[in-house]
C-alpha cells in the first residue's frame, strides 16, 4: 500500500490514534529481524532516555 506523499510541515488529515493503529499493523507484518522494526525499538530507548533527562 502507498500512501500520498504530503508537504513537509503539513499536519496529516487524519487522527493521531488511526495513524497509530495502521503503524502498529503494518509494523505486525514486517518480518522477525526486520530492520525497520529494530530502528523503531532503538528510536524508542533514545527517546526515553531523553525524556529521562533533567532540564
Known amino acids: 500500500m502507498r500512501l500520498p ?3 513537509p510541515g503539513t499536519a496529516s488529515l487524519r487522527s493521531a ?17 526486520s530492520a525497520t522494526a529494530e530502528m523503531l ?3 524508542a ?4 532516555q531523553v525524556r529521562a533527562r533533567p532540564d
Do not use: K, T
Open 41 to 43: 525499538s532503538d528510536f
Open 5 to 7: 506523499r504530503r508537504a
Open 45 to 48: 530507548v533514545l527517546r526515553d
Open 17 to 33: 490514534p488511526e495513524i497509530q493503529a495502521q503503524s502498529a499493523e503494518e509494523l505486525g507484518l514486517l518480518p522477525d529481524g
